[in-house]
Nanobody, 118 residues
Framework: VQLQESGPGLVKPSQTLSLTCPVS??????????WTWIRQPPGKGLEWMGA???????YYSPSLRSRTSISRDTSKNQFTLQLSSVTPEDTAVYYC???????????WGQGTQVTVSS
């Protein structure tokens, strides 16, 4: 299974960041899998942002819930992250990942740098 994040590398403050993660070699509707977005700000650790289950249910980090939306397109076998009202503090490397359970991340994208700056 392969994942690859795609989206703009530069976003202006107050805009909405949108990233897509096409999945190849497996289906995003495979039973029990969680399709997850994780980010790593410069000099900091990994931050779990949210996930969508194989059935389409979504879960978000409490600190980001008001600004985060995860959706999917099963016809394209991909899932998407939208983060609204971004600030420079949202500058990070963003990863998409596939997890067989809440603790085990089996598949990772290579990560994409997103910078929030005017």
């Amino acid at each position: 299974v392969q994942l690859q994040e795609s989206g703009p590398g530069l976003v202006k403050p107050s805009q909405t960041l949108s990233l897509t993660c096409p999945v190849s070699g497996g289906s995003i509707t495979t039973n029990y899998y969680l399709w997850t977005w994780i980010r790593q700000p410069p000099g900091k650790g990994l931050e779990w942002m949210g996930a969508m289950t194989y059935s389409g249910s979504t879960y978000y980090s409490p600190s980001l819930r008001s600004r985060t939306s995860i959706s999917r397109d099963t016809s394209k076998n991909q899932f998407t992250l939208q983060l609204s009202s971004v600030t420079p503090e949202d500058t990070a490397v963003y990863y998409c990942a596939g997890a067989s359970n809440w603790l085990t991340y089996d598949y990772w994208g290579q990560g994409t740098q997103v910078t929030v700056s005017s």
